[in-house]
Nanobody
Framework: VQLQASGGGLVQAGGSLRLSCAAS????????MAWFRQAPGKEREFVAA????????NYADSVKGRFAVSRDNAKNTVYLQMNSLKPEDTAVYYC??????????????????WGQGTQVTVSS
């Protein structure tokens, strides 16, 4: 199984980025997909999750109304659209997969597979 995250970069506060995570080696539509992030010196934290059908989503309070998670099962890809970015959004962003899981799972330990991470830096 491989999860390949991409799309990170440097952006000014108020700007936007779109992250992508391409999955291979798994039955993508059987997995809840999620995004986590980890800032230097901090624990990995939940950002967003989406169920298999692209119908239900869950977000951390800190990103609600600014970020949107979506998926394309035909392309085995999950996305994270990040708008109105703030300096405190600076972190390495990881995608994760949980087979037959729940979008309410915000504990990183329950996720089966992880991508390698992509750096997002928001300047003030």
């Amino acid at each position: 199984v491989q999860l390949q995250a991409s799309g990170g970069g440097l952006v000014q506060a108020g700007g936007s980025l779109r992250l992508s995570c391409a999955a291979s080696g798994l039955t993508f539509s059987s997995y809840v997909m999620a995004w986590f992030r980890q800032a230097p010196g901090k624990e990995r934290e939940f950002v967003a999750a989406i169920n298999w059908s692209d119908r239900y989503t869950n977000y951390a309070d800190s990103v609600k109304g600014r970020f949107a998670v979506s998926r394309d099962n035909a392309k085995n890809t999950v996305y994270l659209q990040m708008n109105s970015l703030k300096p405190e959004d600076t972190a390495v962003y990881y995608c994760a997969a949980d087979k037959f899981g729940s979008i309410t799972y915000s504990n990183a330990h329950v996720y089966d597979y992880w991508g390698q991470g992509t750096q997002v830096t928001v300047s003030s």
